[in-house]
């Protein structure tokens, strides 16, 4: 008989971390442990107590606790994130000590003090997998809370954890305790071979719910989308198989997505196999679309079909077909699933533009907050002056009816800047400012949001830029609109990354928004690649910058009138324009680009005296400067 026998025992593990802890002790070690141990004191550990809770261990910048019920556990978990999130509302964002929390049901081993096993691995992995400042907890503690937890708990799909071999159900717990669930995200287990990337988006994409928390959803909430399972027409159990595979990826795929609420796989798995009525549906789920479709192979080829439509008019907004090979079974799910998941978001996706399209029909009177954000997006994107100053009309009277509408404060922003981008009359410091204003504001309501990133690295600079960067692409590497973003960042200085950006974006989405093409153009122009420069420079609006770019890739190309007649366009827009007015900031890593390309369309090169005493911006071309320092000599 053994002298030692093993101590087994059933309990519910919580296992919680900090968020970016390494980067908080980097930029204040003192400050972030002042603040984890002022927290835990006066925040954790009496609610830790309060719960019946027991630290078995603490790994550094995280802990594992035990507890006798899941309930004491999740009720543990819920307040500690919404007491941490009350006591640091006046902490700046970057400084905010946040933590992610998953929890498990599980047989454990009780060693000298530690808890070992499966159970404890899983409520790790779990909190790994866990949105920033949420709660994920397992199939098992699930289903011992029926009944007896007063919170929404959202399915979140099932999840192939490091170390585990059987898939773990997941679920959110909804914090607010009310309104729609959480927008989910899921792991498809069909594609585990998909890249790094795709996977990290899965784990960082975090504050996903903030519409639903702020005070004013209901004038500035986006539409609700459920995705039906996808009919298969052959009969074939295969076929089945798939037919279910692109259904879970499609929703995977639209739920990294922040501006769109998606509906959980097992709330439409009723609707498998049985006639249905959208706007039922609509009305069950609480949706504003369907989307619906079937898949059905003959011989070789494999048809795939899609519809999106209106649950409550019943009436189709966007429908495609796929036609592809049979044979290439897993290639072509990933690459229909993207595609239909790029085709419906983004800010001139299907789901967007309808919503656009109701908002146009209404009296100024009915428009809410989402309303003026959508009219806004669509008259920032056609990138002209015009344009830019409707569009910041339309965010203002939006942020009036709700404030804390992230999008709305953080496209703002991105209104304002692009004052420069294309070339208006600015004030170089005074735009700045104002774009940072409403940046920080957007970055305070989410700081995971993927443009929102891209805007605080345009309106910060070193190591904090970089940093908010590649946040953009780590929170964004599934987003289309998102990437052509960086890619614009990148043009003027990692100009290989940038092509590499644009080219994989423009696969992803061929039938791309015209505000592409400025990132598209300047990405090409940096290159050298004029060819390819120019026609996307003639798809863009008609303002200064934007003209200039087709005079002087014109000009490259030996294309002389065409570069005439778009210089004389320049400088009918802005008498003053010349190249090194052209942006305030050095935008190329080679400053010949700019200067030689408008000598070669005839514009001018340098400011004169007077234009440089009126000019607010910080970059000055050195071969201007020299010829300023010679003029000067001589008189």
Not at 37 to 42: D, I, V
Not at 249 to 262: E, F, G, H, M, S
Not at 321 to 346: F, N, P, S, W
């Amino acid at each position: 008989m053994d002298e030692n026998p093993v101590e087994r025992r059933l309990v519910a593990i919580l296992a919680a971390d900090i968020v970016g802890y390494s980067r908080l002790v980097e930029q204040d070690e003192g400050g972030t442990l002042v603040a984890i141990k002022a927290l835990r004191r006066e925040v954790i550990d009496p609610l830790l107590t309060q719960h019946h809770g027991h630290i078995v261990k603490l790994t550094g910048d995280g802990a594992i606790v035990e507890f006798g019920s899941v309930v004491d556990a999740t009720n543990a978990a819920v307040a500690i994130q919404k007491e941490t999130a009350a006591r640091q509302t006046e902490v700046p964002p970057e400084r905010r000590i946040i933590f992610r929390i998953g929890i498990n049901l599980g047989d454990v081993v009780a060693d000298d003090g530690d808890l070992l096993g499966d159970g404890v691995n899983v409520a790790a992995r779990l909190e790994q997998l866990c949105d920033p400042g949420g709660v994920l907890i397992s199939g098992t503690a699930y289903d011992q809370m029926q009944g007896r937890f007063d919170r929404p708990l959202d399915f979140a799909g099932e999840q192939h954890v490091k170390n585990i071999t059987r898939p773990v159900r997941t679920y959110h717990v909804r914090l607010d305790g009310g309104g729609r669930p959480w927008r989910l995200r899921l792991k498809s287990h069909s594609r585990q071979l998909r890249a790094a990337a795709a996977a990290a988006i899965l784990i960082a994409a975090g504050g996903s719910a903030w519409w639903f928390l702020s005070p004013n959803a209901a004038k500035a909430g986006p539409p609700a989308i459920a995705v039906l399972p996808f009919e298969n027409l052959n009969g074939d159990a295969r076929w089945d198989r798939f037919a279910f595979g692109v259904t879970e990826d499609i929703i995977t795929d639209l739920a990294r997505y922040r501006d769109l609420a998606v509906i959980a796989r097992t709330s439409t798995d009723v609707y498998r196999g049985k006639p249905h009525d959208v706007r039922e549906i609509g009305k069950a789920l609480d949706v504003k679309y369907v989307l619906e479709g079937s898949l059905q192979v003959d011989g070789h080829r494999l048809r795939v079909t899609a519809q999106l439509i209106n649950a409550e008019t019943g009436a189709h907004v966007w429908s495609e077909r796929y036609d592809r090979l049979a044979a290439e079974l897993l290639e072509v799910q990933d690459e229909i699933t993207q595609k239909i998941a790029v085709t419906l978001t983004g800010w001139q996706g299907q789901v967007t533009e309808a919503e656009r399209t109701i908002a146009r029909r209404k009296n100024a009177t009915d428009l809410n907050a989402y309303d003026y954000w959508l009219l806004g997006i669509e008259a920032k994107h056609r990138m002209t002056v015009e344009g830019l100053i409707q569009a910041r009309a339309y965010f203002e009277k939006g942020l009036k009816l709700a404030p804390d509408f992230m999008p709305l404060a953080r496209d703002m922003g991105m209104a304002i800047i692009l004052d420069i981008d294309v070339g208006a009359k600015y004030d170089f410091p005074a735009t700045s400012e104002a774009a940072r204003k409403y940046t920080e504001r957007a970055y305070a309501l989410d700081p995971n949001d993927p443009s929102t990133n891209f805007m605080m690295s345009v309106v910060g600079n070193g190591e904090q830029a970089e940093r908010h960067l590649n946040q953009a692409m780590q929170f964004g590497s599934s987003n289309s609109d998102v990437m052509m973003q960086v890619a614009w960042s990148y043009s003027g200085w990692q100009t290989e990354r940038a092509i590499e950006l644009v080219e994989q974006t423009l696969k992803l989405n061929p039938r791309y928004p015209s505000w592409w093409n400025f990132p598209i153009t300047k990405t090409y122009f940096a290159a050298r690649q004029f060819d390819k420069a120019l026609p996307s420079a003639k798809q863009l609006g008609d303002s200064p910058n934007l003209t200039a770019y087709i005079a002087m890739s014109a000009a490259q190309l030996g294309k002389k009138q065409e570069a005439v007649d778009a210089a004389a366009r320049v400088l009918q827009l802005n008498p003053d324009w010349t190249a090194e007015s052209m942006y305030p900031y050095q935008p190329f890593n080679d400053e010949t680009l700019l200067p030689e390309g408008a000598a070669k369309a005839g514009l001018p090169v340098c400011m004169t005296p007077a234009q440089l005493s009126a000019f607010t911006g910080e970059y000055r071309l050195k071969q201007c400067e020299e010829e300023r320092a010679r003029a000067a000599a001589l008189n």
